[in-house]
């Protein structure tokens, strides 16, 4: 079974800086990686998406992977206080299936 | 935008009780997928729908069945509900083709 681990912090950021949130995964062979944001009381929304080994950027997002070290990451930088949510990683399976990390909880403060 | 919805926002039933958790999807999305969401333990895959009619277990199946007789429509029961499927529970969609799903905005359902 697929297993998707995430520090579950929280991570405390001030506003400005950039946040680093990590992810590792047990699949060597998983192929598609996803980063959701989701507020409290809120269902996950989809922030980035990776594949391919090296950087991704979107915006103040980018997206990380690593294969041969089994390690995503997503930084946000100039962080806001509209930032602080939970991120979930999650891993591509079967079917379309993802596996989800438990999240970690981002706090920026002003 | 596609829209996932679910039919109730918050239920409380009783012990023993079958429940029907209702989810529909308007952009003819293939894969339709039940989670629940519990403190501590994130996000956990209950049962999942390919195409109409196509059923799959998901990690924690027990003591819950789905429907899928339509493509828009996809429904998690609840044979005999007990107290410990208090949760939230998340529906969600994608095309066969595309990334990322798209979640409903949750049922959260309390068994007493």
């Known amino acids: 079974q697929k297993e998707v681990e995430q520090n579950s912090g929280p991570l405390s950021v001030p506003e400005g800086a950039i946040a680093s949130l990590n992810c590792t995964y047990s699949?060597?062979?998983?192929?598609?990686f996803f980063w959701y944001r989701q507020y409290s009381g809120k269902s996950p929304e989809l922030i980035m998406f990776i594949y391919s080994n090296g950087d991704k950027e979107d915006g103040r997002f980018t997206a990380q992977l690593n294969k041969a070290s089994q390690y995503v990451s997503l930084l946000i930088r100039d962080s806001q206080p509209s930032d602080s949510a939970t991120y979930l990683c999650?891993?591509?399976?079967?079917?379309?299936?993802?596996?989800f990390g438990k999240g970690t909880m981002l706090l920026v403060s002003p | 935008d596609v829209k996932v919805t679910q039919s109730s926002r918050y239920l409380v039933k009783r012990t023993g009780e079958k429940v029907f958790l209702e989810c529909v999807q308007d952009m003819d999305h293939e894969n339709m997928f039940w989670y629940r969401q519990d403190p501590g333990l994130g996000l956990r895959l209950i049962y999942f729908s390919y195409d109409v009619k196509m059923k799959e277990k998901g990690d924690i199946p027990e003591g819950y069945s789905v429907s899928r007789e339509k493509k828009e429509r996809f429904s998690l029961i609840l044979e005999s509900a007990s107290t410990n499927q208090t949760s939230m529970y998340l529906c969600a969609s994608k095309t066969g083709t595309g990334f990322g799903y798209t979640f409903g905005s949750g049922t959260r359902l309390t068994v007493v």
């Open positions: 699949d060597r062979g998983s192929q598609s």
């Open positions: 999650a891993v591509i399976g079967g079917y379309s299936t993802l596996t």
